[in-house]
């Protein structure tokens, strides 16, 4: 059975952790509790590539037609700090 079978017709990625939401709108501090992370991290969103930060209570509308990915700003840090070491 697919999530959208069961009424969530929102599907998300959070630091690699797939959520399935069937707000259409959400704010970044309910999203990252739904993931079980604190509520007052820096948020990216990640699309193609590029990092966008998202502020504190700031509004997303989600797409049932794509997957949107987010990061918090511990995940984005690491990726920066083994570029300098190498």
Not at 39 to 53: C, I
């Amino acid at each position: 059975m697919a999530y959208w079978d069961i009424g969530l017709r929102h599907i998300v990625d959070v630091d690699g952790q797939l959520l399935a939401i069937d707000a259409e709108v959400i704010d970044t501090a309910s999203l990252l509790a739904k993931a079980n992370l604190p509520t007052d991290r820096q948020l990216w969103l990640v699309r193609a590539g590029e990092y966008f930060a998202l502020g504190a209570k700031q509004l997303l509308r989600l797409s049932q037609d794509e997957v949107l990915f987010f990061e918090t700003a511990e995940r984005v840090q690491a990726p920066i700090f083994h570029k300098r070491a190498a």
